[in-house]
Antibody, heavy 121, light 107 residues
Framework: EVQLLESGGGLVQPGGSLRLSCAASVLNFNYYGMSWVRQAPGKGLEWVSSVSGGGGSTYYADSVKGRFTISRDNSKNTLYLEMSSLRADDTAVYYC??????????????WGQGTMVTVSS | EIVLTQSPATLSLSPGERATLSCWAS??????LAWYQQKPGQAPSLLIYDASNRATGIPARFSGSGSGTDFTLTISSLEPEDFAVYYC?????????FGGGTKVEIK
């Protein structure tokens, strides 16, 4: 069974940094695109970032471009999201998702349970 | 950016009734559209991909249709566990975008 387990969330001050991790129990992890999707409290879903299976292509929402960096370590079956210059409107549950294809543009086939990030002073 | 508009925002129905949820795209996404279900306190889960293909393990009462800009998710006969929020999402163009969601609640 495919499982995604996020970690690294927490309380951070505005302007601070945080790194999220997602450990994936996925066969052939390096084949699949992976993404981060977030959900602010009481709100809908927002795509944040995606990375291709090999890690060579990355994509970002305008709202996080230049502040967040997605990466993956295929030798460790792990996805990361490095977040900096955090703002109050980055407060959300962050979900790690596995795509159906290697490009990162497939539907989000598997979701982790989410990790909460709270940006507040 | 492709904007997805879902209608209605809330659908009040009884178990056993048919649910019809709509999703409109601001420009054509061909059939690159997915539907997700989210229950309170849980992560979303994939129901339908590429407009009409059920994901693994999804019951046959869920069906998707449409192409271009108009899409529909139909639940043929609502079971108690189907009362949830449903989101559509397009993967045709970057940035990937979601609709605002439709809440299916018990009448």
């Amino acid at each position: 069974e495919v499982q995604l387990l996020e970690s690294g969330g927490g309380l951070v001050q505005p302007g601070g940094s945080l790194r999220l991790s997602c450990a994936a129990s996925v066969l052939n992890f390096n084949y699949y695109g992976m993404s981060w999707v977030r959900q602010a409290p009481g709100k809908g879903l927002e795509w944040v970032s995606s990375v291709s299976g090999g890690g060579g292509s990355t994509y970002y929402a305008d709202s996080v471009k230049g502040r967040f960096t997605i990466s993956r370590d295929n030798s460790k079956n792990t996805l990361y999201l490095e977040m900096s210059s955090l703002r109050a409107d980055d407060t959300a549950v962050y979900y790690c998702t596995k795509g159906r294809f290697s490009t990162g543009r497939g539907a989000f086939e598997v979701w982790g349970q989410g990790t909460m990030v709270t940006v507040s002073s | 950016e492709i904007v997805l508009t879902q209608s209605p925002a809330t659908l009040s129905l009884s178990p056993g009734e048919r649910a019809t949820l709509s999703c409109w795209a601001s420009q054509s996404v061909a059939t690159s559209l997915a539907w997700y279900q989210q229950k309170p306190g849980q992560a979303p889960s994939l129901l339908i991909y590429d407009a009409s293909n059920r994901a693994t393990g999804i019951p046959a009462r869920f069906s998707g249709s449409g192409s271009g800009t108009d899409f529909t998710l139909t639940i043929s006969s609502l079971e108690p566990e189907d009362f949830a929020v449903y989101y559509c999402q397009q993967r045709s163009n970057w940035p990937l975008t979601f609709g605002g969601g439709t809440k299916v609640e018990i009448k």
